[in-house]
């Protein structure tokens, strides 16, 4: 598991790399958890504000920020991503980081005000980079990966994010008393055309679309880890990644894709 979310990040930082302007521009990571993405853009010289709604994960971000004391964070605040005027001024951002937030609001109305709070803080021609989950990642999980042979209710829970979109986050309690999630935490799965049509309403420019994994992901476990683990084999992976990253056809087969768009 800890390899398929390696390999999301190489992918994730080479989109950056492609798409975020150059440093020292300004970007605000939004919902950026403990920073590893922050960090990194901090390190290869942007101006970077992180935002989070956990007090923990700001205050983790905070304390690897100052083993880079050459390059740290500029501010890592505890914040909503659907309320962030009071943190920046309007048009003052060259671009924003959304890679969860969006996924993690599972009412329409709550990811439209946070598209419209992320075009309010952009400057002119701004960059918006935000990332959405496949509303087909369940099934695919399902079939590829093993979850319908190993747990009987998850045919239950993939039929349901097909139709609806929506999980509501389920736990259990373990015989320590201790409660566990089932299934992943509370999630809108977008079909990739959704996500464009949501950013095109808060009236950003015509968007650019990009699978982020294509369906390298459903690899199985053994075969996924010694790839990733010979530097050669990994490049594959990534030039695989590549090579159907706009493919419409594809994009919904990857567990993530990317929308880029401008203000």
Request: net charge negative.
């Amino acid at each position: 598991y800890q390899r398929r979310v390696h390999g999301e990040l190489l992918r994730m930082q080479e989109l950056m790399t492609r798409y975020l302007p150059p440093p020292p521009a300004v970007i605000v990571d939004v919902g950026g958890g403990p920073g590893v993405y922050s960090l990194w853009l901090a390190r290869r010289g942007y101006t970077v504000h992180l935002i989070d709604l956990v007090p923990l994960h700001i205050q983790q971000a905070l304390d690897e920020s100052q083993k880079q004391p050459t390059t740290p964070l500029a501010s890592a605040q505890v914040g909503d991503a659907r309320y962030l005027s009071p943190y920046f001024k309007d048009s003052s951002v060259d671009a924003v980081v959304l890679l969860g937030p969006l996924y993690h609001l599972t009412e329409m109305d709550d990811r439209n005000r946070t598209l419209l709070e992320m075009k309010q803080i952009l400057k002119p021609n701004g960059v918006l980079f935000v990332n959405g989950v496949s509303r087909y990642a369940s099934t695919l999980a399902g079939l590829f990966l093993g979850h319908f042979e190993t747990n009987p209710d998850f045919i239950q829970v993939a039929t349901k994010d097909l139709k609806y979109g929506v999980r509501e986050a389920e736990s259990t309690s373990n015989k320590e008393g201790t409660n566990k999630l089932l299934y992943w935490t509370s999630t809108y799965f977008h079909k990739p055309e959704e996500l464009v049509e949501e950013v095109l309403q808060a009236g950003f420019g015509e968007p650019t679309l990009l699978g982020v994994e294509g369906p390298n992901w459903l690899l199985p476990q053994g075969d996924y880890d010694r790839m990733m683990t010979n530097p050669s084999s990994r490049e594959q992976l990534l030039a695989c990644s590549r090579m159907v990253e706009s493919e419409r056809s594809l994009i919904g087969a990857s567990a993530n894709f990317i929308v880029i768009a401008s203000k």
